[in-house]
């Protein structure tokens, strides 16, 4: 599944927020470039809302926010390994559910 040493994940509701911004023009570039470059690039995967992530939902976050560090728990309890949040989200930096970087 994982394609490089470093890998880089993302979850399928990332997708969906990136589409949400571009349709009510709150990002310029267009939602089928971002796509295609992350289709394109072979570090990336994109990972599905599947049952092992809604296993690791937290409850104290709002749905987005909790996929989202869902996707992380589920890949770090699944690989054994450390897996690190790109975000500037106050919310989930707070949570400290996920180990986070920005």
């Known amino acids: 599944m994982l394609t490089s040493e470093f ?7 990332v997708l ?8 009510r023009k709150r990002i310029t570039t267009a939602f089928d470039d971002i ?3 992350l289709y ?5 995967t994109i990972y599905p809302l599947d049952d ?6 937290p409850e104290q976050l709002e749905i987005h926010d909790a ?4 996707t992380c728990l589920a890949l770090q ?8 949040l790109i975000t500037k989200d106050e919310a989930i930096i ?5 180990a986070t970087v920005w």
Do not use: H, Q
Request: aromatic share 6%; hydrophobic share 45%.
């Open 7 to 13: 890998p880089i994940i993302v979850p399928t509701i």
């Open 16 to 23: 969906a927020e990136m589409k949400y911004l571009f349709d």
């Open 35 to 37: 796509r295609k470059r």
């Open 40 to 44: 394109d690039d072979e570090r990336v």
């Open 52 to 57: 092992l992530v809604i296993d690791y939902l």
């Open 67 to 70: 996929i989202i560090c869902a």
């Open 77 to 84: 309890n699944t690989l054994g390994e450390e897996v690190r």
């Open 94 to 98: 707070k949570s400290s559910l996920v």
